[in-house]
C-alpha cells in the first residue's frame, strides 16, 4: 500500500523559511519522479516542482522560483520542499506527489499526471 506523508507545515512570518518533507511507504521510492503541489483556499491546486528519480532534473512553477528548492534522498524515502523568502501568497495546503515516469529523467507539472498523493500539510505567511 502506498503512503506519502507530509510534514514540515506551520505558521511563519513573511521572508521567513520553512523545510517540508515526504516520506513515502510501500513502494521502491527511487524509481518514482515525485511532485509538490499546492492549493490555497478558493482556488485550484497548482503545480510547485517536481524532481526526477535521481534528482538531476527538476522545474518549478515561476512563482517560486529562486525562492524554493526541491531535493530527494532515495535512502530515505524522502523528497523535500526547502522554502525561503516566505510571502503570504505562498499560504495554501502543500502536497506531494508521485508516479512512475515513462521516460528515464522526465519530470511532471499536471496534476492529472500523478498516480499517488499525500494528505497535505498547511503552510500559512503572516504578513
Known amino acids: 500500500q502506498v503512503q506519502l506523508v507530509e510534514s514540515g507545515g506551520g505558521l511563519v512570518q513573511a521572508g521567513g523559511s520553512l523545510r517540508l518533507s515526504c516520506v513515502v511507504s510501500g513502494v521502491t521510492f527511487s524509481i518514482y519522479t515525485m511532485g509538490w503541489f499546492r492549493q490555497a483556499p478558493g482556488k485550484e491546486r497548482e503545480f510547485v516542482t517536481a524532481?526526477?528519480?535521481?534528482?538531476?532534473?527538476?522545474d518549478y512553477a515561476d512563482s517560486v522560483k529562486g525562492r524554493f528548492t526541491i531535493s530527494r534522498d532515495n535512502a530515505k524515502n524522502t523528497v523535500y520542499l526547502q522554502m525561503n523568502s516566505l510571502k503570504p501568497e505562498d499560504t495554501a495546503v502543500y502536497f506531494c506527489s508521485a508516479r512512475i515516469p515513462l521516460t528515464a529523467g522526465r519530470i511532471y507539472r499536471r496534476e492529472s499526471e500523478y498516480a499517488y498523493w499525500g494528505q497535505g500539510t498547511q503552510v500559512t505567511v503572516s504578513s
Open positions: 524532481i526526477s528519480t535521481s534528482g538531476g532534473n527538476n
